[in-house]
């Protein structure tokens, strides 16, 4: 898996956060393949005036999908943005397994009855 961290415009992501984001993201490792690519753009929309300002954006491209996945959640701070970014990331690789491992969208049980 291919994890990219970058600030958009002038924002510089400080190296706590980008630990932090490594943390969160790179314990999917083992369930995706080494195809994934996560894009994690990070920003502070209003600059010094404060507010739920803290932008973070993240993009997943998974081997097999047409399009790919975008979150973006927007707080106070960038941790918690970043954690919920994770918990919907968290939900939709489930589902990604999940369909790889049943395959299309038309159910088995039909290609078994209608192959009969």
């Known amino acids: 898996m291919k994890l990219i961290i970058k600030g958009r415009k002038k ?13 969160k993201i790179l314990k999917y490792e083992k369930i995706l393949p080494k195809e994934a ?3 994690v753009m990070m920003a502070d929309v209003r600059g010094p ?5 803290k932008v973070v954006h993240l993009t997943a491209v998974f081997p097999g999908e047409k399009n790919p ?8 701070d960038f941790f918690g943005s970043v954690d919920l970014a994770q918990e ?11 369909k790889i491992k049943q395959g299309s969208r038309y159910p088995k049980k039909y290609w078994v009855a209608k192959k009969n």
Do not use: A, N
Request: no cysteine; aromatic share 10%.
């Open 11 to 23: 924002f510089k992501v400080p190296q706590d956060l980008r630990s932090y984001i490594e943390d």
């Open 37 to 39: 690519t996560v894009d």
């Open 88 to 98: 919907r990331l968290e939900k939709h690789i489930l589902k990604y397994k999940e």
């Open 69 to 76: 996945f975008q979150i973006e959640q927007v707080t106070d």
């Open 49 to 53: 005036q404060g507010g739920v300002d």
